[in-house]
């Protein structure tokens, strides 16, 4: 599965990562939908998305060190 090495240290690191970027996403959404400028909306939109390029990131990473949660994924695939 994954050494213990990785599971105290990067494993947990991406998933605390994976955490704050899911965050920020909601952050952003917050400011956008209440946001007037919009030259501003769009800058906040455009940050948003690079948080979520983010997340996909890290997901892909834990996916590849965690066999366990990598079938998690796909058994719960919606498609």
């Known amino acids: 599965m994954y050494s213990k090495e990785i599971e105290n240290t990067d494993l947990k690191k ?7 970027e899911l965050e920020a996403i909601n952050w952003y959404e917050t400011r956008i ?3 007037k400028d919009g030259k501003l909306k769009k800058i906040l939109e455009h940050n948003r998305d690079e948080e979520k390029e983010h997340a996909a990131m890290l997901l892909e990473w834990i996916r590849k060190k965690d066999s ?3 079938k998690a994924f796909k058994k719960a695939r919606l498609n």
């Open 14 to 20: 991406a998933r605390q990562s994976m955490v704050e």
């Open 33 to 35: 939908e209440n946001v």
């Open 68 to 70: 366990k949660q990598d």
